[in-house]
Structure formats: structure tokens, C-alpha cells
């Protein structure tokens, strides 16, 4: 792993101690560091956490198959189609969950240590399909049309701004033929509004500052910048992109179904 900036060490080491705090202290805390790291800043602790959390390359979790709430999912939306999309590919989990099923899965992921060990493990279970290392926030262009997509388990929320969010799934839109099914993975809102608007609110003091994008409503940083939705933020994302919201729940985890419209 490359040298660590100070200022992300900082944060690094700030956040495993306020983390039993009351809500409202770390709600100004998360809107400090929020408001004064950089996007890339926020990407370099993603790409910590991924590679320190040891079961994101770990043989055994990656070949343990579907999550209760992805497997109902794949049942009930996806059982007639046969190629899918899956984005943030990770160590693998879900692209052999698939192609064990008798999908034919290609696929993208951000993190190069993710991807060199799915890449591995793949060759190992005999994963057949195209896979590529892509830069943060970006969709690969495969040249193909898909009958579904799906975009690793919760990577959604990991995506910074709602204009981005919606240019990353017009993205995949572009590669998915009429009808086909989107499952999208994230947090649903549960804090209390408080939590939020007070981490909004310092946030953006600093934001106006730096000169920097304000942070939208619902951002907030955990041990990697995340995003919080409700059902009408999914719609209206969903409905800019191309897609039609179906299916939403919070039940376990957050998801959503949509279909190319």
C-alpha cells in the first residue's frame, strides 16, 4: 500500500475515537472532515477500508453465494434474462454467485487489490467472462447490450453527488437493452433528520471556503464517505437515468429494482 497522506491519517485515526460519541458531536465531526477532504481524499479512504477489510479478499466470503435479500431479488427479477452487467465486482462474491447459476456475467471494479484477487479467484472456479480494472465512478464500455445490471453491493451510495450518480447509471443504461432489470444496493435512511441537517450545516461552512461543491442532504461519512436514501431519492435518480423504480426496500438492507425504460 502507498505512503498514507497525513491529513487522511489524521481522520483515520480522529474517527475509530469518536465513534461512541453522542450522534450530534459526531454529526459535527463528519461535517468538519466532510467539508474540508477533497473528493480524491474521500476516494483514498475508500480504497483503505477496502483493502483492510479482510473478508473483501477472503476465499471463503467471496464463494459463500447470495445475501437472503440479493438471492430473493435474482428470483424474482432476473430469473428469465441471462447477461448481466455487474459493476464494483469487489472480490468476486457476487459474479460467482451468478455465473454459478448459469449466468453469463462481465464486469467492472475500482480497486486494484479487490480486483487482482477476484481476478485470481475466477481463474480458480473456472468464472468464464470480461472483466476490467476502471478509475473510481466509471463505467466501463463493453461494446455489448445486456439483459441485466447490477451494481455491486452497495457501491451506489459510495458514488459522491447525485449528478454523478445519475451520469454513472445513463452509463449503463446505454449498455442495457429496454426492460432489463437494475438492482442497486444502499443505506436507508434511519438517523434522525438532526443528524443530518447539523452535518450539513458544517459541512458547507467549509465547503463555501474551499470554494467546493456543497455536500447534498443524506451525505455522510462512516468509514468511507456513503450516502443515505429514501424511496423518492432512488425514484428520481432512477427516472433521470432511464430507469423505472419498482421495487424498493429498507427490509435487512437497502435496495431497489428498476427496469430500462
Not at 58 to 83: C, H, I, M, P, V
Not at 121 to 131: I, K, N, R, T
Not at 200 to 218: D, H, M, T, Y
Request: aromatic content about 18%; hydrophobic content about 45%.
Amino acid at each position: 500500500m502507498s505512503a498514507i497522506p497525513l491529513k487522511i491519517n489524521l481522520y483515520l485515526s480522529a474517527n475509530e475515537k469518536i465513534k461512541d460519541s453522542p450522534l450530534w458531536l459526531r454529526a459535527i465531526f463528519k461535517g468538519f472532515w466532510l467539508g474540508i477532504l477533497s473528493r480524491r481524499e474521500l476516494q483514498i479512504i475508500d480504497r483503505i477500508y477496502y483493502e483492510r477489510t479482510s473478508n473483501y479478499c477472503d476465499e471463503t466470503y467471496n464463494k459463500s453465494g447470495f445475501l437472503d435479500w440479493e438471492r430473493r431479488a435474482f428470483l424474482r427479477f432476473f430469473q428469465s434474462y441471462q447477461t448481466i452487467l455487474v459493476t464494483a465486482i469487489g472480490g468476486g462474491r457476487e459474479v460467482i454467485a451468478l455465473n454459478q447459476i448459469g449466468f453469463d456475467v462481465d464486469g467492472f471494479e475500482c480497486n486494484r487489490q479487490l480486483f487482482e484477487f477476484a481476478e485470481k479467484l475466477f481463474e480458480q472456479e473456472s468464472v468464464s467472462g470480461e472483466f476490467h480494472l476502471a478509475p473510481p465512478d466509471a463505467v466501463w464500455h463493453f461494446g455489448k447490450i445486456y439483459d441485466g445490471a447490477i451494481v455491486g453491493w452497495s457501491a451506489y451510495m459510495l458514488i459522491q453527488g447525485r449528478e454523478r450518480r445519475i451520469d454513472f447509471l445513463k452509463k449503463m443504461r446505454a449498455q442495457m437493452s429496454d426492460g432489463a432489470p437494475l438492482l442497486v444496493s444502499f443505506y436507508a435512511h434511519f438517523y434522525d433528520e438532526s443528524y443530518f441537517k447539523r452535518l450539513l450545516s458544517v459541512a458547507n461552512v467549509f465547503r463555501r471556503l474551499l470554494f467546493r461543491k456543497r455536500i447534498e442532504f443524506g451525505d455522510d461519512l462512516l468509514d468511507t464517505y456513503v450516502h443515505w436514501f429514501t424511496r423518492q431519492e432512488i425514484a428520481a435518480e432512477f427516472m433521470a437515468s432511464g430507469f423505472r423504480l419498482d421495487f424498493f426496500s429498507d427490509d435487512k438492507y437497502g435496495h431497489a429494482v428498476g427496469f430500462a425504460v
